[in-house]
């Protein structure tokens, strides 16, 4: 005797509301990366400013340094309305607990403000100076007389969001690494390329 199966209508599988993504969509992980590769550039061209040999090198540097945080300006923003307006966002873990939603959101949202908010603090510093700086190939004309204690101020508070973007990259760092090695719960393989795709699957 044959055991009886379910039949579902085509217009009951029509009516079923979608699965919900596995995935961020190609444009947000692109993003997300480049945005990774491009902060490191950052960090690597300010170190570099310290240790060149002679003045033109250092000015080399600085040129170099200005231009990656324009760009870095420029790919926040439009990484922060794609993310508003367009991405395609999988949904949290069914098992994770409200607090380390809440963290994850806190996290990102200070991520964004610092993106956004670095870049201008370094062109201020440009600015405030009172001299013609370089950005890209251009050179942007004395805008403003020199102001040294504004100079100062910008300076102090973008070395310490510079500080503050590497603790947040860490613990964001360390929050995928826990979720795609201990919770196994598809966190980290959301924002994975998929070549690199883990296929362990979700810790019981």
Known sequence: MNALVPVTSPAAEAEAPPSPPARFDAISMTL?????VLIAWLFLSAWSIGLA??????RMALTVHRSLGATMW???????????????????????PRPQRRAA????????LILLVQPLTGLGQSLTRGKPFELFAFEVPKLMARDKAA???LHSFHEATAFALLGLIALHVAAALFHGFVRRDGVLRSMWPASLTPTSKPRR
């Open 32 to 36: 997300h990366w480049a945005s990774l």
């Open 53 to 58: 040999g002679d003045a033109e090198g250092a």
């Open 74 to 96: 420029v790919l926040a923003l439009a990484r922060l309305t794609w993310r508003l307006r367009f991405a395609v966002r999988p949904p949290f873990p069914d098992g994770m």
């Open 105 to 112: 959101l806190a996290v990102e949202a200070a991520l964004y």
């Open 151 to 153: 100079t100062g101020l």
